[in-house]
């Protein structure tokens, strides 16, 4: 993990996944961008196909978050 930027108004890092991730929350919500490559999410037993060019937004609702495959992200909170 690489952190780009963290301050009082908001927080941006790189994950860099090479098989698998056990992702805890920073924030209530948290925006997720992916870079590259491909996986899944997986947010509370409900799994989603990822890949290059999707966003999606992490709520309060969700809470074990497992992420998979080789995924090069974008994570930002405020």
Known sequence: MRTYISNSFFTVKQLLIED???YTKQQDY????VLSGKGTLTAD????TIK???????TTED????????????ESYV
């Not at 948290?30 to 961008?33: A, E, R």
């Not at 809470?63 to 974008?74: F, N, S, Y």
């Open 63 to 74: 809470k074990e978050i497992k992420l998979q495959g080789k995924l090069d992200i974008i």
């Open 30 to 33: 948290t925006l997720m961008s």
């Open 45 to 48: 037993g409900q799994v989603y």
């Open 20 to 22: 698998h991730y056990e």
């Open 52 to 58: 290059k060019g999707d966003h999606f937004i992490l």
